[in-house]
């Protein structure tokens, strides 16, 4: 049975694509030996450098990984701050809290810095507004249970 011109095409198409890729892995083979001649050529005190960055790459990229558990959790973070701020008012009250913060900034490894404010009375029964400042901590576990969080720093302006 004779061949059509398209399937002779064809034919000669998949050769090409053959030949071609055997080359290319042949390329990639020589490419992997040449590193590798290179990097053993390289002195000790070179591979030492260059296992040390890989080290801290290595180290970064768990850190990032370990941040995504932690962050994320700044409204949370706000609720459990109100709790540390009323533990230090003179009148807790009388404390009237607005529903969102001044600003809550993640910092790293589970701490959040807190900024907000706070309506409460003094001593003589007038209501007024004081600015508040907390350094909270995020323990892990469950993120809405007291047990999970810690307040290293509170301010507040009164």
Same mark, same amino acid.
Request: proline share 3%.
């Given at each position: 049975?004779?061949?059509?011109?398209?399937?002779?095409?064809?034919?000669?198409? =998949?050769?090409?694509?053959?030949?071609?890729?055997?080359? =290319? %892995?042949? %390329?990639?083979?020589?490419?992997?030996?040449?590193?590798?001649?290179?990097? #053993?050529?390289?002195?000790?005190?070179?591979? #030492?450098?260059?296992?040390?960055?890989?080290?801290? $790459?290595? *180290?970064?990229?768990? +850190?990032?990984? $370990?941040?995504?558990?932690?962050?994320?959790?700044?409204?949370?973070?706000?609720?459990?701050?109100?709790?540390?701020?009323?533990?230090?008012?003179?009148?807790?009250?009388?404390? #009237?809290?607005?529903?969102?913060?001044? $600003?809550?900034?993640?910092?790293? =490894?589970?701490?959040?810095?807190?900024?907000? %404010?706070?309506?409460?009375?003094?001593?003589? =029964?007038?209501?007024?507004?004081?600015?508040?400042?907390?350094?909270?901590?995020?323990?892990?576990?469950?993120?809405?249970?007291? +047990?999970?969080? *810690?307040? %290293?720093?509170?301010?507040?302006?009164?």
């Amino acid at each position: 049975m004779a061949m059509t011109k398209k399937a002779k095409v064809w034919l000669v198409i =998949g050769g090409v694509v053959c030949v071609l890729a055997v080359i =290319g %892995s042949i %390329s990639k083979n020589n490419q992997e030996a040449a590193d590798k001649a290179a990097y #053993d050529a390289l002195p000790q005190a070179t591979k #030492d450098s260059l296992a040390a960055v890989e080290a801290k $790459r290595d *180290s970064i990229e768990k +850190a990032k990984e $370990r941040d995504k558990k932690v962050a994320g959790k700044e409204s949370t973070a706000y609720v459990m701050a109100k709790e540390y701020v009323l533990k230090n008012i003179k009148y807790p009250k009388t404390a #009237d809290f607005p529903i969102t913060p001044i $600003r809550v900034l993640y910092v790293e =490894g589970g701490t959040y810095n807190v900024a907000g %404010s706070v309506e409460c009375e003094n001593a003589f =029964g007038v209501p007024s507004e004081h600015k508040w400042f907390a350094t909270m901590h995020y323990n892990g576990g469950d993120q809405f249970s007291d +047990a999970s969080w *810690s307040c %290293s720093y509170v301010s507040i302006n009164e």
